[in-house]
């Protein structure tokens, strides 16, 4: 199982960034992922998760509007679209998968993930 996020990279405050998360070694469906980041200095926080069926999502306060996750099935990948980015949201994001079931409340703690990605860099910046 390999998971290989995509997309970061140095953008302007106020500017859109899509990441990218391919998936092999098993379908999307019936899989959890999450997206998490780790900032400077900080915990990894879970930003945003799809559960199994992909419908149901959930994410952190800090991004709720700005964030979305979605996937491609037949592609094998989860995207993390990210608008309206401020200096905070610079941090190392990373992809990370269960074949377990989880509920809503589960799927953003890391704890909950068996697979990960290496990251990839967001800077915001002017």
């Known amino acids: 199982v390999q998971l290989q996020a995509s997309g970061g990279g140095l953008v302007q405050p106020g500017s859109s960034l899509r990441l990218s998360c391919a998936v092999s070694?098993?379908?999307?469906?019936?899989?959890?992922i999450g997206w998490f980041r780790q900032a400077p200095g900080k915990e990894r926080e879970g930003v945003a998760c799809s559960r199994q069926n992909g419908r149901s999502t959930s994410y952190d306060s800090s991004v709720k509007g700005r964030f979305t996750i979605s996937r491609d099935n037949a592609k094998n990948t989860v995207s993390l679209h990210m608008s309206y980015l401020s200096p905070e949201d610079t941090a190392v994001y990373y992809c990370a998968a269960t074949r377990r079931g989880l509920i809503l409340s589960e799927c953003r703690r890391d704890r909950s993930y068996d697979y990960w990605g290496k990251g990839t860099l967001v800077t915001v910046s002017s």
């Open positions: 070694g098993f379908t999307l469906d019936g899989t959890v």
